[in-house]
Nanobody, 118 residues
Framework: VQLQASGGGRVQPGDSLRLSCTASGGTFSRYGFGWFRQTLGREREFVAAISLSGLTQSYGGGLEPRFAISKDNAKNTLYLHMNSLKSEDTAVYYC????????????WGKGTLVTVSS
């Protein structure tokens, strides 16, 4: 499975942004996926994950009010909708395919950088 994240950029605090992750090489609808993020000098952080059906989601601590994960099985695409962005959301965001549970991943895409700054 190959994953390609996109949609990052530089935004101002309070703005919204939608990240996309396109999958190829597998049957997208059979997999759950997740988003992680990492900043320089810090461990990778779990952001959100979604089940193969798209009906169940899990979020990292405190993110659910502002972030929403979704998947479109017809388009083989995973999304992360981010609202009310804060400077501390600045990070490289990675999408990944779930191997087991909510945060055990076996395939990773290259990251997309999100910078929140005034």
């Amino acid at each position: 499975v190959q994953l390609q994240a996109s949609g990052g950029g530089r935004v101002q605090p309070g703005d919204s942004l939608r990240l996309s992750c396109t999958a190829s090489g597998g049957t997208f609808s059979r997999y759950g996926f997740g988003w992680f993020r990492q900043t320089l000098g810090r461990e990778r952080e779990f952001v959100a994950a979604i089940s193969l059906s798209g009906l169940t989601q899990s979020y990292g601590g405190g993110l659910e009010p502002r972030f929403a994960i979704s998947k479109d099985n017809a388009k083989n695409t995973l999304y992360l909708h981010m609202n009310s962005l804060k400077s501390e959301d600045t990070a490289v965001y990675y999408c990944a395919k779930i191997y087991s549970g909510w945060s055990n991943m076996d395939y990773w895409g290259k990251g997309t950088l999100v910078t929140v700054s005034s």
